[in-house]
């Protein structure tokens, strides 16, 4: 299910980063291994939110190495945010398609050829990475972080029907053109950004297809979701019943 050799799309990954130094090289690394075997042009955004660790020091090393071409520095004056740092990320990509992950491993690129493969296959507007399909799965979490997450997904399912197994992943694959379409009708800009997304692609009739992956903890460094970002998540829901 690889992708065709003589495909002339190119492909922009935007990874948001904070407090990312010691995960970055190596996503890099596996990035680059995955679009050259592949014969995929590609350019990778990298949208640093000021991390005090020295993450945007890194990735002006790798820029070095992998050249300005790959690498793409877009770095922001502080935390503002994930959903606000796909949208800085998007004004500069020259891609026809956009991948958005995140750098901490849980989205392993060798699931990339496959997302890519499924595109052409349907013709897709978005491919998603689900975590609940046959096939895929979660890794590294105890049973109270599963517990959340599923339901959470099934709180969002019940309430907004959007008719995908993973609501709140954030691995996938856009139309460029797609994705600005969506991005300009979705007004949540923290945890919930990815949720309002997908429920505001299917309501103007976007073609999804899902890819079962699986999801791994974060090898380095913290997880940023915390109570806070469970309240946030539900309010959204709640706020999407009403306005979608």
């Known amino acids: 299910m690889a992708p065709s050799k003589a495909s002339k799309d190119k492909y922009t990954v935007?990874?948001?980063t904070y407090n990312e130094r010691r995960n970055l090289p190596i996503i890099i690394w596996l990035l680059n291994r995955t679009f050259t075997e592949n014969n995929l042009d590609y350019e990778i955004i990298i949208v640093d939110d000021a991390s005090p660790d020295g993450t945007l020091q890194i990735a002006q090393q790798l820029?070095?190495?992998?050249?300005?071409s790959h690498i793409v520095l877009k770095p922001r004056?502080?935390?503002?945010?994930?959903?606000?740092a796909y949208v800085h990320g998007l004004q500069y990509a020259t891609g026809s398609f956009v991948i958005i992950m995140d750098a901490d491993f849980s989205h392993?690129?060798?699931a990339l050829p496959k997302f890519i493969a499924l595109q052409k296959e349907h013709n897709a507007d978005i491919v998603t990475g689900t975590r609940y399909a046959q096939g895929g799965g979660v890794y590294g979490w105890d049973l109270k972080r599963k517990?959340?997450?599923r339901g959470a997904n099934l709180f969002a399912d019940t309430v907004l029907r959007p008719g995908v197994s993973d609501l709140t992943g954030s691995y996938r694959l856009y139309k460029k053109e797609?994705?600005?379409r969506v991005v300009k009708e979705t007004e949540s800009k923290g945890y919930t950004f990815q949720m309002e997304m997908m429920v505001r692609a299917r309501a103007m009739g976007c073609k999804v297809v899902e890819c079962p992956i699986r999801f791994v903890d974060r090898v380095y460094g913290e997880s940023k979701l915390g109570g806070e970002e469970i309240v946030e998540y539900a309010k959204g829901v709640l706020n999407l019943w009403l306005k979608v």
Do not use: D, N
Request: overall charge positive; glycine content about 12%.
């Open 178 to 180: 797609v994705l600005e």
């Open 14 to 16: 935007i990874l948001p």
């Open 63 to 68: 820029q070095k190495v992998y050249s300005p």
């Open 147 to 149: 517990l959340v997450s």
């Open 108 to 110: 392993h690129p060798s």
């Open 77 to 84: 004056a502080g935390k503002l945010g994930l959903g606000t």
